[in-house]
T-cell receptor, first 114, second 112 residues
Framework: AQSVTQPDIHITVSEGASLELRCNYS??????LFWYVQSPGQGLQLLLK??????LVQGIKGFEAEFKRSQSSFNLRKPSVHWSDAAEYFC????????????FGTGTQLKVEL | SQTIHQWPATLVQPVGSPLSLECTVE??????LYWYRQAAGRGLQLLFY??????ISSEVPQNLSASRPQDRQFILSSKKLLLSDSGFYLC???????????FGQGTRLTVV
């Protein structure tokens, strides 16, 4: 069964520091990969997505992610974090030939220190 | 443009009472529809998804059921709520090309 692992439950960074959130998936087929952000009590907003092509994808709010097939990873990065980036971040995966399921990780709560 | 509506935003229900949460999508046809539950520290748990009218796939055995009476309507129900049904419920849709999912604003359900 397809699954997504976000090993970091909580991460704290200082404003202006760089950020990397980890995401690993399991399954054998070609993945569609997503990163979402959620503010408290709100729905989820798409940050970026990967379907095919260039393995480094750019998203909104200055975020980027890199797909590494050999490591089954899709880590999210930002060079300089802003206080407004504090939120919960979710990685998600769907697979071609895997039906229509969209599976999410358990999320990473980001805290930004001023 | 496409929009997704989910209501109510908050709900407090006694144990043993029924539940009905509704989700509707506008501006698209034949969407794939999803119900997720979010509990603290557990991420988004996929409860049900639907690829068409009357077609429901259940991901986990539980006290809930889902129905899709119309193409763009997805309903989450329970006959008798349990305390463990408390959580934040999110509806989402994906287009026929199975690209990204778009989410509603969620329903905070508290069972007391």
């Amino acid at each position: 069964a397809q699954s997504v692992t976000q090993p970091d439950i909580h991460i704290t960074v200082s404003e202006g520091a760089s950020l990397e959130l980890r995401c690993n998936y399991s399954y054998g087929a070609t993945p569609y990969l997503f990163w979402y952000v959620q503010s408290p009590g709100q729905g989820l907003q798409l940050l970026l997505k990967y379907f095919s092509g260039d393995t480094l994808v750019q998203g909104i709010k200055g975020f980027e992610a890199e797909f590494k097939r050999s490591q089954s990873s899709f880590n999210l990065r930002k060079p300089s974090v802003h206080w407004s980036d504090a939120a919960e971040y979710f990685c998600a995966v769907a697979f071609t030939g895997g039906g229509n399921k969209l599976t999410f990780g358990t999320g990473t709560q980001l805290k930004v220190e001023l | 443009s496409q929009t997704i509506h989910q209501w109510p935003a908050t709900l407090v229900q006694p144990v043993g009472s029924p539940l009905s949460l509704e989700c509707t999508v506008e501006g698209t046809s034949n969407p794939n529809l999803y119900w997720y539950r979010q509990a603290a520290g557990r991420g988004l748990q996929l409860l049900f998804y639907s690829v068409g009218i009357g077609q429901i796939s259940s991901e986990v055995p539980q006290n809930l059921s889902a129905s899709r009476p119309q193409d763009r309507q997805f309903i989450l129900s329970s006959k008798k709520l349990l305390l463990s049904d408390s959580g934040f419920y999110l509806c989402a849709w994906r287009g026929v090309q199975l690209t990204e999912a778009f989410f509603g604003q969620g329903t905070r359900l508290t069972v007391v």
